[in-house]
């Protein structure tokens, strides 16, 4: 039987940049891609690769009550046992019992209860965030096998939560194989460095999104410009239309720097490279990640990284990277302007970067190492009641 990939719960940012990866790779081996069956959304970008390369799929409308129709029948798709990966997120609803669920686990604000995820929103949100979370936890302990992207979430999974040590297993990611310095487009790196502010740009490429703490930025920027340096640009790929990047935005035409943010809005994930290429250092601000893309891909590029102080950036990112704390404006800004200035400074931290970077899997071999997970999952079969009964997820914080 085939094993089933299902791409359904991706949609943009690191979990497309991950599955077009792996489409990549898997297509160019004409034996294994014929062992697996990709389901995606019609019409995606995972639906036009597989069409390209001539990948098994079933494409599914590209709809909440379609997916949610493709999902309640997925028993009418498949056979009883067929081991189906969902990349980044949970197991389709019907599946239970059904198929082996190998679970992609990126819901890292789950596994980290201490640390108040939605606080940001208005009562009402909140609400419907944790909501969505209980949902997701009941819906993720219905897997049968875990893969995490980091030690650290594989440890609180088993740690905290009482995940069956012997079903979770971690695959670390690896740059996508569009990211690298070959990939870069000279015509629209040209187009890319004329819309850039000239200076030293800090790139930040992600969504808009509080998780991401964009609206941090404006504060960083005016300490950066009362310290007497101006010889810089923040450049986002925000959604211009999204109600957070306006609230972005406008934080920063109300104080009069405009000039030091430059949004580019969202770009194509064979486009990152080029975006990279034109910028001199990659920021990641988050509050959480259960891991970042932005990581693998600044060290690949050869760009120094900036990252929050965090359990999780520091596991992931070891000496590869500079540690600051977004909430200090002051101090954030101190550190920028340093990796802004002192060159020696930065290469010394690029080096770091390759440095780090030669610990993590290349894409090929991570692909690998989901085959082996994979495989390990098949042979374990379906997850016995009495071992998914432990599972507890830990009272989060409100």
């Known amino acids: 039987m085939k094993t089933i990939l299902n791409f359904l719960p991706v949609s943009q940012g690191g979990g497309m940049q991950n599955a077009m990866s792996f489409l990549e790779i898997l297509a160019k081996d004409g034996q294994r891609k014929q ?127 009482c995940f069956p040590s012997h079903r979770v297993g971690v695959v670390r990611m690896a740059p996508s194989e569009l990211v690298s310095p070959k990939n870069v487009k000279t015509k629209l790196a040209e187009e890319f ?69 430059m949004n580019i809005g969202p770009v194509p994930s064979d486009n990152v490279a080029t975006l990279i290429s034109c910028c001199d250092a990659m920021c990641s601000f988050s509050v959480l990640e259960s891991f970042s893309n932005n990581f693998v891909e600044a060290w690949r590029m050869g760009l120094p990284l900036i990252v929050s102080d965090a359990d999780w950036a520091r596991d992931a990112c070891g000496k590869g990277a500079i540690y600051v704390k977004p909430m200090d404006a002051a101090g954030c800004a101190a550190q920028l302007i340093k990796i802004a200035t002192n060159a020696t400074f930065r290469t010394e931290q690029i080096e770091f970067g390759k440095g780090q970077l030669s610990t993590y899997p290349t894409a090929e071999q991570k692909i690998h190492y989901y085959y082996r997970e994979i495989e390990i999952a098949g042979q374990l079969g379906f997850c016995p009641a009495e071992e998914r009964n432990k599972i507890r997820w830990p009272k989060n914080i409100a």
């Open 35 to 161: 062992e697996f069956q990709i389901v995606a959304r019609e019409n995606s970008a995972i639906h036009l690769k597989c069409q390209e390369y001539d990948i098994s799929h079933i494409a599914v409308k590209n709809s909440r009550i379609g997916r949610l129709r493709f999902e309640l029948g997925c028993q009418k798709y498949f056979s009883k046992g067929q081991v189906c990966f969902t990349f980044f997120g949970p197991p389709m609803l019907g599946s239970q019992d059904y198929l082996i669920n190998v679970v992609g686990c990126a819901y890292s604000n789950l596994f980290y209860p201490e640390i108040p995820f939605w606080s940001y929103l208005p009562w009402f949100q909140r609400t419907q965030k944790k909501l969505i979370d209980h949902y997701r936890k009941h819906i993720t302990a219905r897997g049968d096998y875990w893969i995490f992207e980091t030690n650290v979430l594989k440890k609180r999974a088993i740690e905290l939560c």
């Open 193 to 261: 460095s004329h819309k850039l502010t000239p200076g030293f740009r800090f790139l930040f490429l992600s969504a808009a999104h509080p998780n991401k703490r964009q609206h941090l930025l404006m504060a960083i920027a005016h300490q950066m410009v009362e310290k007497g340096f101006r010889g810089f640009s923040f450049a986002t790929t925000m959604n211009k239309k999204d109600a957070y990047a306006k609230n972005v935005m406008d934080s920063f035409k109300r104080s009069g720097l405009s000039e030091h943010l």
